[in-house]
């Protein structure tokens, strides 16, 4: 019997069929290693993508009994997909990645603090929006009473998560937007959908109000669906695949009426673009098939709305699960080059993770800070005025690096710079 029918067949092994399959798809050739993130920080080979695939393949395969040794070494993964494009291959790594995830944390659950808390605010918190939006008013309520900053002086808050958490914004602006229709004032050029998500609403509020707004200004008929959930990114990447998929079929039917669905977060779309292979099914493929990030619809529909002039330099840089993960990298660029007066240019390492990669700046701070700075000095070489970028974990990633690095550069969404003067 070879590796691949004993590992296949065997009940304890953390990788079955195709994801095995992937795993011996990779030659070691090591044309991932400048490309990983994490890789570049710590010079380890098992830091790398290629000697991750090699711990999970050897664990599967009995040459590696410890499971934590592998799960160490997985858990400082960003999952950025970087090496996806620079794999010769064509090696799924996030596929082996969360699937490994998973399987060890069905096995045994990860131990430590910081993971149990991440995981119950994720499972309880995260993906009930009425939750989401009450801890948010209580955090707003504690920055107003002081309290973070106490909490900070008696070093009761982690310095890591209090350089990178943006302030709670007021009330008015974290109402959420109005669910059901809402129509242009001309004629009609298509119905579509609007995914919200968790952390835009009570964070970046604004971002929510500006895509909709951008879709009604150029002329779609957009519903946002009062039944819709959080996209499972985050579980997913916590190892919880089943809690994921919970949500994702709450999607799947909150989206039914449309053939569209625009998101404005960059994981979140990558997230339900993969629903075909979280729910197994043909309802989970139809899904994912009609999600479209909002930069890529646009570019594709044409802008029938001119932007507001903007004189300013802008950097634009890629999310990595925009750009690696749905490979949209050209989009954004050719909008935001129709806005008047702009002057977009350019900085040396674009598709760099920037080490957000949802709260995995709050779990693995150490690396994510190092791997933020990298992205800082780049953004800074290139003196822009603005930066856009189309994900909130790297805008707050980005914008704090920015700060830290002595920076004035704002952090915006391209949205926010393709509004005409009177949107509606």
């Not at 059901?180 to 609403?201: A, D, Q």
Request: hydrophobic letters at 40%; glycine letters at 8%; one cysteine or more.
């Amino acid at each position: 019997m070879n590796d691949a029918q004993r590992t296949t067949e065997s009940p304890s092994s953390p990788l079955h069929g195709h994801t095995y399959e992937q795993t011996l798809g990779c030659v070691h050739c090591g044309l991932c290693l400048p490309a990983c993130p994490t890789y570049r920080s710590t010079g380890v080979e098992a830091d790398s993508p290629r000697g991750r695939i090699y711990l999970v393949r050897a664990l599967a395969e009995g040459r590696i009994e410890d499971p934590e040794v592998v799960r160490h070494h997985l858990d400082r993964c960003l999952d950025c997909r970087a090496c996806e494009t620079a794999c010769p291959s064509g090696v799924e790594y996030g596929a082996i990645l969360e699937t490994s995830r998973a399987a060890l944390e069905s096995r045994k659950p990860a131990s430590g603090l910081r993971p149990r808390i991440a995981k119950w605010m994720l499972r309880h918190v995260v993906v009930h929006q009425g939750r989401l939006r009450a801890m948010f008013a209580v955090l707003r309520l504690a920055e107003v009473l002081g309290l973070r900053r106490l909490a900070r002086m008696l070093r009761l808050l982690p310095a890591s998560v209090d350089a990178i958490a943006p302030h709670v914004p007021p009330a008015a602006e974290r109402r959420p937007l109005p669910t059901g229709w809402h129509r242009p004032r001309g004629p009609s050029r298509g119905k579509i959908g609007l995914f919200t998500g968790c952390v835009m609403e009570p964070i970046f509020g604004r971002i929510n109000r500006a895509t909709l707004q951008l879709l009604l200004a150029n002329g779609f008929e957009v519903l946002v669906p009062q039944a819709q959930r959080c996209c499972g990114a985050l579980l997913v990447h916590a190892g919880l695949p089943k809690d994921a998929a919970k949500v994702a079929r709450a999607n799947t039917t909150a989206f039914a009426e449309v053939d569209v669905v625009i998101n404005n977060s960059a994981g979140c779309g990558c997230a339900m673009r993969e629903y075909g292979e979280l729910l197994g099914d043909e309802t989970g493929r139809a899904f994912a098939g009609k999600c479209r990030d909002i930069c890529e619809f646009l570019a594709e529909q044409g802008l029938s709305a001119t932007p507001k002039p903007c004189t300013d330099r802008v950097a634009y840089d890629d999310p990595c699960h925009l750009c690696h993960g749905q490979k949209v990298r050209t989009e954004p660029r050719k909008l935001l080059q129709q806005v008047p007066g702009i002057q977009m240019i350019e900085h040396a390492r674009p598709e760099d993770c920037c080490g957000s990669a949802g709260i995995y700046n709050m779990l693995q701070p150490e690396l994510a800070s190092d791997v933020g700075q990298r992205k800082a000095k780049a953004l800074c070489d290139a003196k822009p005025d603005l930066v856009a970028t189309g994900n909130p974990g790297c805008m707050m990633q980005i914008a704090a690096h920015l700060k830290a690095a002595g920076s004035s550069a704002r952090v915006v969404h391209p949205v926010e710079l393709l509004l005409p003067d009177a949107p509606r």
